[in-house]
């Protein structure tokens, strides 16, 4: 009796001692693994941080639209000609720029497209332009410079004489309604 008394109290002892290092071995693979509730929990702070600056971000926006829509308003008053002067603005001044650049100008063509929700319309310009080196150089740093808003999409050189660059220019104005 004392003897089974020891084995039960051994086998016992040996179930409780296998538990333990069972125990042990998942509690030492929840440690090492990357998805701890300690781990979760400082991705979801980060994640918390990153959403709440974003807000803070929108919110200060939100704050500052009303100053952007003045300053866009003023821009388009300031430097979009009505549809219905544009075309004119845009003849005078792209044959004055390329008259002061010392250019030839032909066949000056115009593209519109329909106006857009804040009332802005795209005009696509095609023209082509002959001169010497020196007087292109010119004449694209007078489009820069020039009253009227030009982007400059397309300079292509074209079959010329010698000593004479012929470009075909491919350019974009914007009038307001």
Not at 49 to 55: E, G, H, Q, S, Y
Request: net charge neutral; hydrophobic share 45%.
């Amino acid at each position: 009796m004392v003897i089974r008394k020891k084995r039960l109290i051994q086998w016992a002892i040996g179930v409780v001692l296998l538990i333990d290092l069972g125990l042990l071995a998942v509690n030492w693979r929840l440690a090492t693994e990357p998805g701890t509730p300690r781990a979760e929990l400082n991705l979801l702070r980060r994640r918390h941080n990153l959403l709440a600056a974003d807000v803070a971000r929108a919110e200060q926006i939100r704050k500052e639209m009303p100053g952007t829509d003045r300053q866009c308003d003023t821009f388009f008053t300031e430097n979009l000609h009505p549809a219905g002067i544009g075309y004119s603005s845009v003849v005078s001044d792209l044959g004055a720029v390329a008259h002061e650049a010392g250019l030839a100008t032909e066949n000056l063509s115009f593209r519109q497209h329909p106006a857009d929700r804040r009332g802005v319309v795209e005009v696509e310009i095609s023209t082509v332009v002959d001169g010497d080196y020196a007087s292109v150089v010119r004449f694209i740093n007078g489009l820069e410079h020039s009253n009227n808003f030009y982007v400059l999409d397309n300079l292509a050189l074209a079959p010329s004489s010698p000593g004479v660059l012929k470009l075909n220019l491919q350019l974009r104005t914007y009038f307001r309604t």
